[in-house]
């Protein structure tokens, strides 16, 4: 009889060689001690057998590794091996934590591996200084692979497919450039995409480049390489602007409003105005009013796009001085904080308390927006934003026409 066989063959030792089964998975090694829990009448009579001693039904009984070994090394089974005890008695190999641990390592490993070496110079290179130095992308890279390694093989793939055949297809939509590889899909690096986010740190990284976190900065750091999010519906609304491009200069001529998309802003290399003063709103709404002034207009409607800065970019290095005035609301006051971080030469008119009070609506600001408040630390909007903090009220552009029209006449 072989000493698996013995142990077998007796029902009573069934719970406890479950018990140092677990253990060892735990372990790694065949040590420890486990404990049965209320012993049965079989296992009483069993274990009583095997251990010579008393062991009574009902109550727990502790042992060990060392201690069942100390038996067995005094029986007719002095040779045996735990190896081969485990093997037979449980028909196959016991996987511990530890070695499940060193395999699922070694197949991770072997994962990664396959996807550098189906890349080219110098994405292969790069691609496993980022493993080697397990940082926070490679903790996500892991993650996307416990979740569905194939797919993330065939992510990381088209993602550096994209960067290589950038150069040859710039300038590009996003969607168009999300088509162009193996994946096919035209929807791949839209920002709410965890593809997306994955392609943005990858890029960015490899571009040696801060990774964007903003939508803004996303955009942005696109357009820096050629790659525009949705070069028609990101419009800016201009009027009277001056441009080495006919059609810019026809709807001037004509006193005509003007919608420029990132399309356009293509094939325009310089944007200018007669007055080298261009006034800045964030309503659409006030446009009609103040049009009849014939003054450079741009309106941002609310939080400007990428166009408006690129618009305002070119018209700031034409030498025009830039005006703004916008809502007098947290929201509305981050806008314009903005801007002027944008733009250090940005000037802000009617800001006053005049101005504020001539603007006050009777919309209530709630707590949660007046907090937004906390940020805005640009000085020249600490008028309005004690206002606001002190009223708990909203000023609109339209209600102060008059005196935004007063305003410039005399900058004019």
């Known amino acids: 009889m072989q000493v698996w066989e013995y142990f077998k063959s007796n029902l009573g030792f069934e719970r406890l060689f479950e018990q140092l089964r677990k253990k060892y998975i735990s372990l790694g090694r065949y040590s420890g001690t486990v404990v049965l829990k209320n012993v049965s009448r079989e296992e009483s009579e069993d ?48 996987m511990t934590k530890k ?32 493993l080697l130095e397990k940082g926070n992308l490679y903790q996500i890279l892991r993650k ?29 939509s996003l969607s168009v450039l999300a088509s162009s590889s193996k994946s096919g899909n035209p929807h791949f690096l839209d920002f709410k995409e965890q593809t997306s986010v994955l392609f943005l740190k990858l890029f960015s990284r490899f571009c040696q480049e801060m990774e964007p976190v903003t939508t803004e900065e996303k955009i ?14 990101n419009y800016v609304i201009t009027y009277l602007l001056k441009s080495d491009i006919e059609y810019v200069n026809a709807f001037a001529n004509f006193k005509e409003v003007l919608n420029l998309n990132l399309s356009n802003l ?11 003063k261009v006034f800045i709103f964030e309503n659409p709404s006030i446009l009609s009013t103040i049009k009849g002034m014939n003054i450079p207009v741009i309106i941002t409607s609310g939080n400007p796009n ?12 034409s030498g025009n001085e830039l005006y703004y005035n916008g809502d007098f609301d947290p929201e509305g006051l981050g806008i314009a904080m903005n801007l002027k971080k944008k733009f250090p030469n ?19 600001i709630s ?20 206002q606001i903090l002190n009223f708990k009220c909203s000023g609109y552009q339209e209600k102060n026409i008059s005196r935004i029209i007063e305003k410039i006449q005399i900058l004019i």
Request: glycine share 4%; net charge negative.
């Open 47 to 94: 274990l009583s057998d095997f251990f010579g001693t008393t062991i009574k039904e009902g109550e727990d009984y502790k042992t060990s590794f060392s201690k069942i070994e100390k038996k067995l090394r005094e029986s007719k089974f002095s040779d045996f091996t735990w190896e081969e005890l485990f093997l037979g008695y449980f028909g196959k190999d016991i």
């Open 99 to 130: 070695n499940g641990r060193n395999l699922e390592k070694q197949k991770e490993k072997e994962f990664f591996d396959d996807i550098i070496l189906g890349l080219k110079e110098p994405y292969q290179t790069f691609f496993a200084d980022i």
């Open 144 to 172: 996307r692979y416990r979740l569905n390694a194939r797919e993330l093989k065939r992510d990381v793939e088209s993602i550096f497919e994209m960067i290589e055949n950038l150069d040859e297809i710039v300038p590009v």
């Open 220 to 233: 942005e750091f696109l357009a820096s390489h050629g790659i525009y999010v949705d070069s028609f519906s």
């Open 266 to 276: 293509f094939n325009i290399g310089k944007l200018d105005t007669d007055l080298k």
């Open 306 to 317: 990428h166009v408006v800065y690129k618009v305002l970019e070119r018209l700031s290095s």
């Open 346 to 364: 940005l000037k802000f008119f009617c800001y006053e308390e005049e101005d504020y009070f001539s603007s006050l609506s009777k919309r209530q």
């Open 367 to 386: 707590s949660s927006r007046l907090k937004k408040l906390d940020g805005i630390v640009e000085p020249d909007l600490e008028i309005i934003k004690k």
